[in-house]
């Protein structure tokens, strides 16, 4: 309650492009277009995590426990889209990011829009063809981005 909410989000920010993840999939056997925004650290580290999704106010976090020799980790995450359209795209907006991953940003957020938009139509309708080859072509960019070269 007593954060300086300025200096959090831009750290949030700075924070993000060194551990942040955008990423899009689809979703369990419906095959449905998804999208997450995620921060993975140990688990020693957990308690950022809770100030993140407290500062966010959404998402949740989980606990890995890995195999052996890894150390357990833990996981901030939002999967809800209208999270990621209101709290988590603005968030990005305000405080951009500064390095390699405001391009993966750049994508996975026209991503949430269409996902977003096909999710709050008026009349619920399945995903036209185009729609979908947008979902994929995104997806197929964000992933040709992230190979190293």
């Given at each position: 309650s007593n954060i300086d909410r300025d200096y959090f989000g831009a750290w949030l920010s700075g924070f993000t492009d060194g551990e942040g993840c955008f990423r899009l999939y689809l979703n369990g056997n419906t095959k449905t277009p998804a999208a997450r925004f995620f921060i993975s650290l140990r688990k020693d580290d957990e308690s950022v995590l809770f100030i993140i999704q407290?500062?966010?106010?959404?998402?949740?976090?989980?606990?890995?426990e890995r195999p052996l020799p890894s150390k357990p980790q833990s996981l901030f995450r939002v999967?809800?889209?209208?999270?990621?359209?209101?709290?988590?795209?603005?968030h990005f907006e305000h405080f951009?990011?500064?390095?390699?991953?405001?391009?993966?940003?750049?994508?996975?957020?026209?991503?949430?829009?269409i996902i977003y938009?096909?999710?709050?139509?008026?009349?619920r309708t399945r995903w036209t063809?185009?729609?979908?080859q947008q979902f994929y072509d995104?997806?197929?960019?964000?992933?040709?981005?992230?190979e190293y070269r």
């Open positions: 407290s500062y966010l106010a959404c998402g949740a976090v989980d606990h890995n999967d809800k889209i209208a999270d990621l359209a209101g709290i988590v795209v603005p951009p990011l500064m390095a390699k991953k405001l391009m993966d940003f750049g994508l996975w957020r026209q991503a949430v829009e938009t096909v999710n709050h139509r008026p009349i063809v185009g729609e979908r995104i997806q197929d960019a964000l992933h040709e981005q992230r």
